[in-house]
């Protein structure tokens, strides 16, 4: 079915994310929202360091999820957020999206007290069905947190890189701590394919750099989706 990178942007560009919580109940959603089921959790707020939601299914005895898709990487900013999905359900990105994007909103609205449309439209996709852009796409989708710092990665203008990969390890916001080895948010994403890939989290760590100094991303703009 291929894979598909998908971006959804707060309307007029307004942030999305205005704290912690806001981050952690979005990746809630990733999980709780990633099923062919109802979701069972709707009130259910993260307080945790580091998150293993298989955890409480097991416990209370809940029935196996039947997922809607493979979320292969995912990364939060504060006014959108990047997605690498592989849909398993008929229609599962769209069922998926349909999902999460409501389900967001409603929790963002009722907690600030607002109304009305959250996201800029549709989200935006795009199936990923050229090897050299699926080789690219994870790179690019983990290496977003960069703009925070305003380090000119886009424009290849980094004078530290260790710098810059430091800053990587502490932004928590994103599935990158997980592919390499760092357990942040592990049942959130299905990274067997990935990891194949990279051959494990040293190797990705060492690619990641390696694809920050080489990066030119006019062989990937129409990928991208900014």
């Not at 979005?26 to 109802?38: Q, R, S, T, V």
């Not at 996201?119 to 947190?145: M, T, W």
């Not at 080489?214 to 991208?224: A, P, S, V, W």
Request: a positive charge; hydrophobic letters at 35%.
């Amino acid at each position: 079915m291929g894979m598909f990178h998908v971006l959804s942007r707060g309307v007029d560009k307004r942030k999305i994310f205005l704290d912690d919580k806001d981050h952690l109940r979005f990746i809630h959603d990733l999980f709780e929202f990633n099923d062919e089921k109802p979701a069972l959790n709707m009130g259910y707020f993260f307080q945790k360091q580091s998150i293993d939601l298989r955890s409480r299914y097991i416990e209370k005895g809940v029935e196996k999820r039947k997922l809607l898709v493979k979320i292969l990487a995912f990364c939060l900013m504060p006014n959108h957020y990047h997605l690498l999905l592989e849909p398993i359900a008929e229609n599962g990105v769209t069922k998926f999206m349909r999902k999460l994007n409501i389900g967001y909103a409603k929790y963002f609205n009722t907690k600030y007290e607002r109304s009305g449309t959250l996201f800029e439209g549709r989200y935006k996709s795009l199936i990923v069905n050229d090897d050299a852009h699926f080789i690219h796409l994870p790179y690019y989708i983990h290496l977003n947190p960069l703009d925070l710092m305003g380090f000119g990665w886009r424009q290849r203008k980094i004078s530290d890189y260790k710098k810059a990969e430091e800053f990587l390890e502490q932004y928590r916001w994103s599935s990158y701590l997980d592919y390499i080895g760092k357990k942040n948010f592990p049942s959130v994403t299905q990274r067997e394919i990935l990891n194949e890939f990279f051959g494990g989290p040293k190797q990705h760590k060492e690619e990641v750099v390696k694809w920050l100094k080489e990066i030119n991303l006019k062989e990937i703009d129409k990928i991208i989706l900014e």
